[in-house]
């Protein structure tokens, strides 16, 4: 059977597993560990004795993670109007370069449509002199400048930060894994106990 440590360690089998999309259609599958408890009195006790020191563990790893967060929340708070006086900073450079970005694509298309018209009469030219586009020297040139045209490319639009979006980046440093499962596995075996493990599949089983 599926035996579970306590409580709160139910979330162990979330905590632990492993799920994978190897594309839309396919199976998914979650690690789930079976825990089987040992059959003699001392092992049930000593088991005991694992759940009642796995608490204390999860408790602090739980209260250390609210207490990362709210000290992050309000980090972000504090840092906020900086990162916004950031955002007003590349806009205005941004501003800047599409002005150029504008004013460079006009010159381009300028010298394109320049070169397009004096490749069609390059052609023309080697048409009446019956010469065909590959022995068209006139032509071959204005291929290769067109080819070398660099065409500008629009600069990309600063995104404005938000508050939340903030808050977010601030909080991914904070984690909750204490390695509490960890010990509670080895405290586990040590009183006898067996864990297992094996795949669940959980979405697109067949």
Known sequence: FTYYPNA????????????????????????????IPPT?????????????????????????????????????????????????????????????????????QDKLNFLEQKKVEAINKCESKKTSKKKCVGYKKLKKKIKKLHHPQRPVKPYKPTIQKEITDYQESCKNQCQCNSLFEQCYISCGGQIKSHSLCIANCK
């Open 40 to 108: 003699n009195a001392n092992g049930s006790l000593c088991i005991k004795q694992c759940h009642k020191d796995n608490f204390p563990c999860q408790s602090q790893c739980e209260l250390d993670f609210n207490h990362c967060l709210v000290l992050k929340e309000s980090l972000a708070h504090e840092s906020f109007h900086i990162t916004l006086s950031n955002y007003y900073d590349e806009l205005d450079h941004y501003q800047y370069n599409l002005e150029l970005f504008y004013e460079e694509k006009t010159l381009y």
């Open 8 to 35: 709160q360690s139910v979330s162990s089998a979330t905590d632990i597993s492993i799920s994978f999309l190897l594309n839309a259609c396919s199976p998914q599958y979650k690690i789930v560990k079976d825990f």
